[in-house]
C-alpha cells in the first residue's frame, strides 16, 4: 500500500486507557492508513479495541504514543475547530435531538463553518440540503428526529456528518442498533459517499458479511491484539479471518463470507 | 411551520408579559384607582404622597425584579438542563440556590442584628450578601461538575443535589442555633422568596448583572445547540466543551446566585419553565429556545407576584405559589415522557 494515497497516516501508535497514573494498553505499533475515496470497515471481537482506536483516531482520547498526520498535518497539535472540519463523527451517543428537525440537525454539521452565533447563510442551507440528498433522507427534512426510525435517524446523522463538509468521515458501529433491510442500505451509502465523494470513510462494525462484501480494505484486530489490514480476498487468502475470535468451535466459512460452526 | 410559530408564541409571550405588569401596576394591598395611577405613570403625580411612593418606589420596582427574576432562574435552569443533558435540572433542585442561600445565610448571620433590615440602603451589606452567594453557588456548581464526572447517571446527579440541599439546610439551621434573634429573623423572611427587596437604588446593579449574564447567555446559542449532540458530537464540531461548559455553569451561577441573594431561594420556576417554552415552540433549538424562555420566565414570575400581592389579608410568599404552578407542569412532562419529543 502506498502512503501517498493516504489522507490520514498513524505511526507507531499506542491506545488503550489511562486511569490515574495507571495505563492499559490494548493495541500498540499500529502504523495505519486511511485513503480517500475508501470505505474501510474495522472489525474485532467485543474489547478488542475497536471504540479505543476510533477515540483515539477522533482526537477524543490522546493516544498512549504514536502520532497521527492527517494531510502531512499533526492531528493532535491541531486545534479543535481545525479538527472539526477535517474528520466527521457518527457514534452511537445518546443525543438530546429528538425536537430538532432533520433540516436543524444536519444544520449542526455546519458549525465548524458558521461564525460566532452559528447563522446560516445561503450556502449552507444549499450544502444542508444537498447532505440530506446524498443521504436519502431529504423527504423527512422537516420531521422531528423522534419521528425517525432508526435507520432513517441513522441517515440524518450522517447527512449532519456531511453536511460538515470534512474528508474523513468516522463512524463507530453505525449499523449497531438497526434491522437488515437499513444495514445493507446504510452501508451501500457509506459505501457511495467513498466512491462517488472520494470520502475516507472508517466504520467499525459487528456484521462482518457486510463488511467483507462492501468495504474496499478490512482493518482487523486479532485475538493477539494485532491490526492486520488489506483488502478482503488478501485477508481472506491470509486466513486471517480466523483469528478475529477466541472461541476455537467458530470458523470462518469463506463461501457465506460469515462464521459458523 | 416552526417559524411562524416561534413568531406567534414570542408574541403572545410578550403580549401576556404587558398583561401582567399592568395588573401588578393595578393590584396590591393599597387599592390606588387607575386613572390615578395613570396619572402618577404621566408624571403628573396623583395628589396623593404615599400612592406616588407605592407606584414608583414599591410596584415599579417588584415588577422589573420579578421580571428579571424570572428570566435568569428561567434561563439557569435551561443551562442546566443542557449542559448537564438533564431534563429534569434547574437551579434549586441541583442545590445551586441551596449553596446560595447557605452564602447568604453565612452573611446575614454574622452580620446579625447590625444589618438593619435585610437589604438595607447599606450598599455594603447588600454587596457582601451578592457575594456570599456568588461564592456559595459556585462551591455548588464545582461540585456539581465533579460529581457528574464521577456518577455518570443524570438521577443520582438530581440525588446529589438534593442531598446538597439537605447539607446546606442543616447548616443553615446550625448557624441558626448560635446567631442572634434579628439575624434569625431576616433570614427566614428571605427564606420564603420575595420580589419587593430590590429598592431603586439598588434595581441598576441587580439588573446590570441579570441583563449582561442574559446577553452572555444567547451568545452561547452555537455550543448549547452543539451540547444536544452529547460532549463527543460537540467536540467533534469543534466546540471546546470544557471551556464552553465553564462559561455556561458561570453565567448560571451568577444569575441564580444574584436572585438568590435579592429574593430569596426560588423553586421550581428554573426548572419548569424550559419546558413551557421547549413545550409551546416545539423545539430544543437554543436561539429561539432563549428568548421564549426569558419571555415566559418573566411571565410565570410576574404572575406568582400577582397572586402574592392580591390576597385581602396580607402578603402570601412567593415561595409558596411557584410549586404550585410548577409541580404540576413536571408532572405532566415527567408522564408524557413518550410523547414529547425532545425526550425521544
Given at each position: ?114 461564525g460566532f452565533l452559528g447563522r446560516l447563510d445561503d450556502e449552507d442551507r444549499a450544502i444542508i440540503q444537498q447532505s440530506m440528498a446524498d443521504a436519502g433522507i431529504i423527504s423527512k427534512a422537516n420531521d422531528y428526529m423522534a419521528s425517525l426510525s432508526d435507520g432513517e435517524r441513522q441517515k440524518a ?105 | ?220 446559542v452555537k455550543p448549547l445547540n452543539a451540547m444536544l449532540l452529547g460532549s463527543r458530537y460537540a467536540r467533534n464540531l469543534g466546540v471546546n466543551v ?103
Amino acid at each position: 500500500m502506498k502512503e501517498n494515497n493516504a489522507i490520514l497516516t498513524a505511526r507507531e501508535l499506542a491506545v488503550g486507557y489511562r486511569n490515574g497514573s495507571q495505563t492499559t494498553t490494548l493495541l500498540s505499533g499500529l502504523n495505519l492508513n486511511l485513503e480517500k475515496g475508501k470505505l474501510v470497515a474495522l472489525l474485532g471481537q467485543n474489547g478488542a479495541g475497536k471504540s479505543t482506536l476510533l477515540r483515539a483516531l477522533t482526537c477524543d482520547e490522546r493516544p498512549l504514543a504514536g502520532s497521527i498526520e492527517v494531510n502531512g498535518r499533526d492531528l493532535l497539535e491541531m486545534s479543535q475547530k481545525d479538527r472539526s472540519r477535517i474528520i466527521g463523527l457518527v457514534s452511537t451517543e445518546r443525543i438530546q435531538a429528538g425536537a430538532l428537525t432533520v433540516t436543524e440537525l444536519v444544520g449542526l454539521g455546519r458549525q465548524p463553518h458558521t461564525g460566532f452565533l452559528g447563522r446560516l447563510d445561503d450556502e449552507d442551507r444549499a450544502i444542508i440540503q444537498q447532505s440530506m440528498a446524498d443521504a436519502g433522507i431529504i423527504s423527512k427534512a422537516n420531521d422531528y428526529m423522534a419521528s425517525l426510525s432508526d435507520g432513517e435517524r441513522q441517515k440524518a446523522m450522517i447527512a449532519r456528518a456531511l453536511a460538515q463538509q470534512t474528508p474523513i468521515i468516522i463512524l463507530d458501529e453505525p449499523t449497531a442498533f438497526l434491522d437488515v433491510a437499513s444495514r445493507i442500505e446504510t452501508m451501500r451509502l457509506l459505501q457511495t459517499l467513498a466512491h462517488d465523494r472520494g470520502k475516507a470513510v472508517l466504520l467499525s462494525s459487528h456484521d462482518i458479511s457486510q463488511s467483507l462484501m462492501l468495504a474496499d480494505e478490512l482493518w482487523l484486530i486479532t485475538t493477539d491484539r494485532e491490526v492486520l489490514t488489506g483488502t478482503t480476498q488478501q485477508l481472506l487468502a491470509d486466513g486471517a479471518m480466523d483469528r478475529l475470535f477466541l472461541n476455537r468451535e467458530i470458523h470462518f466459512n469463506p463461501t457465506i463470507l460469515d462464521y459458523s460452526f | 411551520m416552526t417559524r411562524s410559530r416561534y413568531i406567534i408564541t414570542v408574541i403572545a409571550l410578550t403580549l401576556l408579559l404587558v398583561l401582567l405588569a399592568l395588573a401588578c401596576l393595578a393590584f396590591g394591598s393599597v387599592d390606588i384607582p387607575v386613572g390615578r395611577i395613570v396619572d402618577i405613570l404621566s408624571g403628573k403625580g396623583s395628589g396623593n404622597k404615599a400612592w406616588d411612593i407605592i407606584i414608583l418606589q414599591s410596584r415599579i420596582p417588584m415588577i422589573a425584579t420579578a421580571a428579571l427574576a424570572g428570566a435568569a432562574l428561567s434561563i439557569s435552569g435551561l443551562l442546566l438542563q443542557t449542559t448537564f443533558n438533564n431534563p429534569l435540572a434547574g437551579p434549586s433542585i441541583l442545590g445551586v440556590s441551596s449553596g446560595a442561600g447557605l452564602g447568604v445565610a453565612i452573611v446575614i448571620l454574622a452580620m446579625g442584628g447590625s444589618l438593619g433590615g435585610l437589604l438595607g440602603e447599606n450598599v455594603g451589606s447588600y454587596i457582601a450578601i451578592l457575594v456570599g452567594a456568588l461564592i456559595g453557588a459556585g462551591v455548588v456548581l464545582v461540585l456539581l461538575i465533579a460529581f457528574s464526572m464521577i456518577v455518570r447517571s443524570n438521577t443520582m446527579l438530581l440525588i446529589i443535589g438534593i442531598l446538597v440541599s439537605y447539607l446546606t439546610s442543616s447548616v443553615v439551621q446550625l448557624l441558626n442555633s448560635v446567631a442572634t434573634e434579628e439575624g434569625v429573623h431576616n433570614y427566614v423572611s428571605w427564606g420564603f422568596g420575595n420580589f419587593s427587596g430590590v429598592s431603586v437604588a439598588q434595581m441598576p446593579v441587580y439588573a446590570g448583572i441579570i441583563i449582561l449574564a442574559l446577553i452572555g447567555s444567547a451568545l452561547m446559542v452555537k455550543p448549547l445547540n452543539a451540547m444536544l449532540l452529547g460532549s463527543r458530537y460537540a467536540r467533534n464540531l469543534g466546540v471546546n466543551v470544557t471551556r464552553s461548559r465553564n462559561v455556561l455553569l458561570l453565567i448560571t451561577g451568577v444569575l441564580t446566585a444574584v436572585v438568590t441573594a435579592f429574593c430569596g431561594p426560588i423553586g421550581f420556576i428554573g426548572l419548569a419553565v424550559p419546558h413551557i417554552a421547549r413545550l409551546s415552540l416545539g423545539t430544543s433549538n437554543h436561539s429561539r429556545l432563549i428568548p421564549a424562555t426569558i419571555l415566559a420566565g418573566a411571565d410565570i414570575a410576574l404572575l406568582c407576584a400577582l397572586v402574592s400581592v392580591i390576597n385581602p389579608h396580607g402578603i402570601i410568599p412567593i415561595n409558596a405559589i411557584t410549586p404550585i404552578i410548577g409541580v404540576p407542569i413536571i408532572l405532566y412532562i415527567i408522564l408524557n415522557r413518550r410523547r414529547i419529543q425532545y425526550f425521544n
